[in-house]
């Protein structure tokens, strides 16, 4: 089941046997290069969780690999390489050509990282204008939320 999300996702290192051998028998993370088949977008946890949440819907695509840090409290969604538009806001962090990104094995956690949704192998990515209005939204619903109520 994990086969193609592993050879999709081992591709993008630099020596697809070590990065399958750290996966398998080391920590389990391994650095990937971004930029060829993906890049990604990092954002504060509670955003990329609420991002997600909007993305999941019936009328919408299957949302592309997302990927957790829980003790950086980021969630990353992976896109395709140099998309159009830019990616701006608080705490948005974006890693393209000659960026390292740490990741784990599709098929399990590692340390602090795990996946929300596992590449599937397909080179399925999240699309930039189904994301940047997610993220939006998101965001504004976070400001209304984080708004000094009167009481």
């Known amino acids: 089941m994990w ?8 591709a993008a290192a630099p020596d697809l046997r070590a990065c399958k051998r750290q996966w398998d028998h080391g920590d ?4 990937l290069e971004a930029g060829r088949f993906w ?9 990329g969780l609420l ?3 909007l993305l999941w819907q019936p009328v919408l695509p299957v949302p592309g690999p997302v990927l957790v840090d829980t003790a950086a ?3 990353g ?3 395709p390489p140099d998309p159009p538009g830019r990616w701006i806001g608080s705490g948005v962090r974006y890693a393209g050509r000659g960026a390292w990104v740490a990741v784990p094995p599709p098929y399990r956690a590692a340390r602090f990282l795990e996946w929300l949704l596992p ?3 397909t080179g399925a990515l999240h699309s930039p204008a189904t994301l940047e209005p ?6 504004g619903t976070l400001a209304v939320l984080a708004a000094p109520h009167d009481g």
């Open 77 to 79: 969604f992976f896109l």
């Open 73 to 75: 409290h980021r969630v």
């Open 119 to 121: 590449p599937d192998g």
């Open 28 to 31: 389990g993370v391994v650095l």
């Open 51 to 53: 991002t997600l949440d």
């Open 3 to 10: 086969t193609q999300g592993v050879e999709w996702l081992a």
């Open 39 to 47: 890049d990604l977008l990092s954002v504060p946890e509670r955003l």
């Open 134 to 139: 997610a993220l939006r939204r998101a965001n």
